[in-house]
């Protein structure tokens, strides 16, 4: 069954440093998400993507974080200057079609020293 | 906005019995309700989901209530087995946020032998 995949597993990054996780989501899916999960809590919207612009993201999306579709299998989240508080469980997902279940990937723990 | 929460954090059933986990709602626009497993170490996983034209939906060995009335879902498990020990998140969207889905807290179900 095809499946999302995230790299790296496991992330750790020095407080203002720019960080990149990636995913690569399944191949004949359009739209595309991050969601991020701080330990303990729920997990939050962040971003989503279709026909290569934003459709719609949460306010913790703000002007550090971008995404950006480099080619056409991979699906980057960018944080530009990180910060403690960016310590999480980043999830991608995809979806065929917008009426249709996410499905998602086992996500990139990020750890911000 | 939405908020979307969980009634019990922890389940305790013995194999073989069913379990039944709830969830409640708060926008009485949202209009798909999607249940996912996350077991630990792994994204969440696609269990099944409805849509607001439907009260019941049936899947391999899971059924999904919804009650629009009071903004309530159930996710029903039958014959619960020792790998079906996880956490179950629900989940909401409605049209008008796109697909922007609104995780509960979870509930962490397990399974004794």
């Known amino acids: 069954e095809p499946e999302v995949t995230q790299t790296p597993s496991h992330q750790v990054t020095q407080m203002g440093q720019e960080v990149i996780l990636r995913c690569v989501p399944i191949s004949n899916h359009l739209y595309f998400y991050w969601y991020r999960q701080i330990l303990g809590q729920k997990v939050e919207f962040l971003v989503s993507f279709y026909n290569n612009e934003i459709s719609e993201k949460s306010e913790i999306f703000d002007d550090q974080f971008s995404v950006e579709r480099p080619d056409g299998s991979n699906f980057t989240l960018k944080i530009r200057s990180t910060k403690l508080e960016d310590s999480a469980m980043y999830f991608c997902?995809?979806?065929?079609?917008?009426?249709?279940?996410?499905?998602f990937g086992d996500g990139t723990r990020l750890s911000i020293l | 906005g939405e908020s979307v929460g969980l009634h019990l954090p922890t389940l305790s059933v013995q194999e073989g019995d069913n379990s039944i986990i709830n969830c409640a709602y708060s926008n009485s626009a949202s209009d798909y309700f999607i249940w996912y497993k996350q077991e630990s170490g792994k994204g969440p996983q696609f269990i099944i989901d409805i849509r607001s034209n439907m009260d019941k939906r049936q899947g391999q060995r899971v059924t999904v209530l919804l009650n629009k009335t009071v903004k309530h879902l159930s996710l029903q498990i039958a014959a619960t087995q020792p790998g079906d020990s996880a956490v179950y998140f629900c989940?909401?969207?409605?049209?008008?946020?796109?697909?922007?889905?609104?995780f509960g807290g979870g509930t962490r179900l397990m399974v004794k032998p």
């Open positions: 997902a995809s979806s065929p079609d917008s009426n249709q279940p996410q499905h």
């Open positions: 989940a909401a969207s409605n049209n008008n946020a796109g697909n922007m889905l609104t």
